[in-house]
Antibody, heavy 116, light 112 residues
Framework: EVQLVESGGGLVQPGGSLRLSCVASGFTFSSYSMNWVRQAPGKGLEWVSYISSSSSTIYYADSVKGRFTISRDNAKNSLYLQMNSLRAEDTAVYYC?????????WGPGTLVTVSS | QSALTQPASVSGSPGQSITISCTGTSSDVGGYNYVSWYQQHPGKAPKLMIYEVSNRPSGLSNRFSGSKSGNTASLTISGLQAEDEAYYYCSSYTTYNTLHWVFGGGTKLTVL
């Protein structure tokens, strides 16, 4: 059974940093592209970042470019999102999602709240 | 690049059929057969319902079907059941700017 479990969310002040993690199981993690997708409270889904299976290709949404860094450790079946210079508008549930052309499996998400 | 356009809400009675539309551009919906649909209940993660325009994941009810014409994709749910009440989001692969996936704004399905 494919499982994705995020962690690392919490309350942070504007300008602060957080590092999210996603641990994968039930599939060969190193063979799959991975993504971060977020959902602000009461809002829709927004794609944040993509990383290919070998980390050779990385994309970011304009809204986070220069502030967020995606990475992965295939030996640890783990995906990461380093978030710096956080803003109030980054407040959201962050999901890790598997897939290249479309997301097929999602984790339950971790809530990031940016507030003073 | 705006999100894909979906109606804010649709409703239907048990047993009826409903269709949710998802309109994009030639850079996303119209340009690729990588349209997918997700069901999301409150407080839960999205669940894949349709992928590559019209394919259902293994084990999913055949009451759910998808199609596409030009820049508009559609999700049809037949034989509505109470448990179908949820938010539904469409998504498309895109090569616009640095976007990778674009999502619709979501449609709230109410089963009357």
């Amino acid at each position: 059974e494919v499982q994705l479990v995020e962690s690392g969310g919490g309350l942070v002040q504007p300008g602060g940093s957080l590092r999210l993690s996603c641990v994968a199981s039930g599939f060969t993690f190193s063979s799959y592209s991975m993504n971060w997708v977020r959902q602000a409270p009461g809002k829709g889904l927004e794609w944040v970042s993509y990383i290919s299976s070998s980390s050779s290709t990385i994309y970011y949404a304009d809204s986070v470019k220069g502030r967020f860094t995606i990475s992965r450790d295939n030996a640890k079946n783990s995906l990461y999102l380093q978030m710096n210079s956080l803003r109030a508008e980054d407040t959201a549930v962050y999901y890790c999602a598997r897939g290249r052309n479309y997301p097929d499996y999602w984790g339950p998400g971790t809530l990031v709240t940016v507030s003073s | 690049q705006s999100a894909l356009t979906q109606p804010a809400s649709v409703s239907g009675s048990p047993g009826q059929s409903i269709t949710i539309s998802c309109t994009g551009t030639s850079s996303d919906v119209g340009g690729y057969n990588y349209v997918s649909w997700y069901q999301q209940h409150p407080g839960k993660a999205p669940k894949l319902m349709i992928y590559e325009v019209s394919n259902r994941p293994s084990g999913l009810s055949n009451r759910f079907s998808g199609s596409k014409s030009g820049n508009t994709a559609s999700l049809t749910i037949s034989g509505l059941q109470a448990e179908d009440e949820a938010y539904y989001y469409c998504s498309s692969y895109t090569t616009y700017n640095t976007l990778h996936w674009v999502f619709g704004g979501g449609t709230k399905l109410t089963v009357l």
